[in-house]
């Protein structure tokens, strides 16, 4: 069992940037596409981004697009994202999350494809 934590939220302006981090432990995910999914107060639980298993490929929902950037370090067990021109709209629980899968052909944007969940770290951007 993966047990993720999540840190690097905060309280930014908009236009500021945060650099959220993900520690992983338990055993090694270096063959688990990892991603960031996000929750505001009322909201469905939406996807953010993820990185696949060797860092190959990304995939970023539209809204985060060139502003948001995924990337891990299998070494240190740990994923990141930093998140640049931060807007209101971006205030949520940020959590980090495992793919259920090693390798899985292709990088998934589905909550329910990943099985290991952060407690998430709050992101709450002041306008």
């Known amino acids: 069992q993966v047990q993720l934590v999540e840190s690097g939220g905060g309280l930014v302006q908009a236009g500021g940037s945060l650099r959220l981090s993900c520690a992983a432990s338990g055993r090694t995910f270096s063959r688990n596409h990892m991603g960031w999914f996000r929750q505001a107060p009322g909201k469905e639980r939406e996807f953010v981004a993820a990185?696949?298993?060797?860092?190959?490929?990304?995939l970023y929902a539209d809204p985060v697009k060139g502003r948001f950037t995924i990337s891990r370090d299998n070494a240190k067990n740990a994923v990141y994202l930093q998140m640049n021109s931060l807007k209101p709209a971006d205030t949520a629980v940020y959590y980090c999350?495992?793919?259920?899968?090693?390798?899985?052909?292709?990088?998934?944007?589905?909550?329910?494809?990943?099985?290991?969940w952060g407690q998430g770290t709050q992101v709450t951007v002041s306008s």
């Open positions: 999350a495992a793919d259920q899968y090693d390798r899985r052909w292709y990088l998934s944007p589905t909550a329910r494809d990943y099985s290991d």
């Open positions: 990185i696949n298993w060797n860092s190959g490929s990304t």
